[in-house]
């Protein structure tokens, strides 16, 4: 599940930039790859976002770009795919040191699996996903095994037991110090250090909160702690990380990343997919036992479990943290209320009896080996030109165009794009905008642009205003919001500006340049008749609404785009099948009546 095809928009810019640190051996000091970046944020030159994005993510970068170079796009499959599989199996590993039995085990990791196959995005945050796990694993192991001695009466072997403890604590550091040099979420790794320190403070200083570790251990907790955030300093931008992700959740620039709004909104939106409907179901799971022990429940076990599900509520990106961090303490919960019941006391206790019988816990090494050999072989057969790359999502059709006919000028590309244009294009070519989104400004210009803002600005509408300023030359698109299933509202505009002339277009993607002599070869040679564009806005928004069926407005940007052929039987069609799925809605009534009065 792991194992699909390459996806991610922002995958690209960061092969890219690895690429550049590679070949360059140092860190871009300035954006090589936007014509839009000035050195400085005009609007906010104290800011550090620019030198932050820039540089923060250089050792995952290298790692990505380095696996590409020895093995390909595929290569990248397989190394995603073995990041996600070995945080599941520390999962498992952690759900079975709870007390669960094997089938109890594999059933509990399902819903992380499926939640975690939707966030298989080939970016440094995947980093972030094994590391957060990793921290509570270690100081969940430590703190389990303090309990496990306290209840001890040897004192020999207690001694040996604590010393060999400690071995829990010592890797983290190390953790600290590689993510700090890889991901931005290494600011979650701090707040867990610093709920770990406060927490198991509290509780040793006031007992009811739950289980206290003996004071010695508690202080090397506390120094191990303090000496892994110490540590995060060691990197390019030192602590910078803190102020620039305070300066981001305050920009408007984050309101309009469709990843970092609430998974609710995705609901409301008539986005039913299994990701949200499995979180939800692990949020009423996983409170039902936090609220039935909430009496009892250890205060470091509960701020664990509502931090992640504070994260995950207010931002769809973290729902993977949620969805690993959930299950030793849900497993904890359970377990402690079945004993109290004492109504499944003794299933338990048979299946532990059967799974000792037939030893399966030997057999584990077996099943993981067996599963890598299979995923190496399917792998392994996997052609990476038809299975591994999602091309749909991008315009290669486009870029190959443009890499083999040299257009000069300034391009205007969708911010979505600006990854892959990134990857495939430079250095012959530099981008408006991408997923970095290094000046916020320059993303809300775009988003201007691309949305055809008729706000005036002097005698003529803005979006016109900023093509002036930005000198555009070119513009490649598409043509159907993903999210939205509208047509872009710039796309009317450009077909009936006899300025622009289309020169390239495939399944997903339009290419438009400026009417001027610097163009003349290029439109002598390609230049297509514009009313064609309704032809890829068909196809597109056929594609498109393949993932949401049941948006309405993919259907109506269909059935006007066939209005506008002339096509009228079709378009009705489309109308017919919009309001099949909302009756009420006023668009599509609108159009009918239209198409009736034609009749």
């Not at 694993?137 to 037991?161: D, T, V």
């Not at 030997?362 to 996997?382: G, H």
């Not at 505009?493 to 002339?501: H, K, S």
């Amino acid at each position: 599940m792991f194992a699909g095809r390459i996806w991610d928009p922002d995958f690209w810019w960061h092969l890219k930039t690895g690429e550049y640190i590679y070949t360059n051996g140092s860190l871009p000091e300035t954006d090589p790859f936007a014509y839009t970046t000035l050195p400085k944020d005009p609007l906010n030159p104290e800011s550090k976002r620019i030198k932050f994005i820039l540089t923060s993510y250089w050792l995952s970068q290298i790692i990505f770009f380095l696996i590409y170079k020895l093995a390909g796009l595929q290569g990248i499959i397989f190394f995603r795919a073995t990041i996600l599989t070995v945080l599941i199996y520390f999962v498992y590993r952690a759900i079975r040191r709870e007390g669960a039995d094997f089938y109890s085990s594999i059933i509990l990791i399902i819903p992380s699996v499926i939640i975690l196959s939707n966030f298989t995005g080939e970016r440094p945050q995947l980093f972030s996903f094994l590391f957060v796990f990793l921290l509570v694993y270690l100081f969940e192991g430590f703190r389990m095994a303090e309990m496990n001695i306290s209840r001890s009466s040897c004192k020999e072997i207690n001694s040996g037991h604590r010393n060999s403890n400690l071995l829990y604590l010592f890797p983290i550091p190390f953790i600290m110090l590689l993510w700090a040099n890889m991901h931005g979420g290494v600011f979650i790794g701090v707040i867990i250090l610093s709920i770990y320190i406060i927490c198991e403070s509290i509780k040793f200083f006031k007992c009811k909160t739950g289980n206290s570790l003996p004071s010695k251990q508690l202080r090397i907790l506390i120094v191990v702690c303090f000496l892994s955030i110490l540590i995060t300093i060691l990197n390019p931008n030192k602590w910078d990380v803190f102020s620039v992700l305070i300066e981001f959740q305050k920009s408007k620039y984050m309101e309009s990343i469709v990843e970092s709004r609430s998974p609710f909104i995705f609901l409301s939106a008539g986005f039913y997919n299994q990701e949200i409907i499995t979180y939800i179901f692990l949020i009423i799971f996983c409170m039902f036992f936090v609220i039935i022990n909430f009496k009892s429940i250890d205060i470091t076990d509960l701020v664990i479990l509502l931090f992640f599900l504070y994260m995950s509520v207010t931002s769809a990106r973290t729902i993977p943290f949620f969805a690993t961090i959930y299950a030793p303490f849900t497993v904890r919960y359970a377990i402690k209320t079945m004993r109290a019941l004492n109504n499944k006391l003794h299933y338990i206790e048979r299946l532990s009896s059967f799974s000792e019988k037939f030893k399966l816990g030997s057999l584990q090494p077996l099943l993981i080996t067996l599963l890598s050999i299979v995923m190496f072989i399917v792998l392994a057969n996997t052609r990476i030109i038809n299975k591994g790359i999602v091309w749909e999502r991008y315009p290669k059709g486009s870029a190959e165009f443009l890499k083999n006919n040299r257009i000069h000028g300034n391009m205007l590309n969708p911010y979505v794009w600006g990854g892959y244009l990134i990857w495939a294009l430079y250095p012959d070519y530099k981008v408006f905008v991408d997923g970095r989104g290094l000046i916020e400004e320059v993303f809300f210009q775009n988003s201007k642009i691309f949305s055809a803002n008729l706000q005036q600005f002097g005698d003529i509408p803005e979006w016109q205003a900023f093509m002036k300023v930005y000198n555009i030359n070119f513009i490649i698109t598409y043509s159907v919001n993903d999210f939205t299933g509208n047509l872009i509202p710039i796309i009317p505009f450009i077909m009936n500006d006899p300025e622009w002339l289309l020169v390239y277009m495939d399944n997903n993607s339009l290419i438009f340049v400026r009417e001027s002599p610097e163009n003349s070869e290029i439109i002598r040679k390609y230049e297509m008749p514009k009313k064609w564009v309704w032809n890829e806005i068909i196809t597109e928004a056929a594609y498109k609404v393949k993932n949401v069926p049941q948006k309405t407005n993919f259907y109506i940007t269909m059935g006007d785009a066939f209005f506008a052929k002339q096509d009228f039987q079709d378009a009705r069609t489309m109308y017919l099948k919009a309001r099949e799925i909302n009756p009420s809605n006023s668009i599509v009534i609108q159009r009918l009546n239209s198409l009736n009065s034609i009749r």
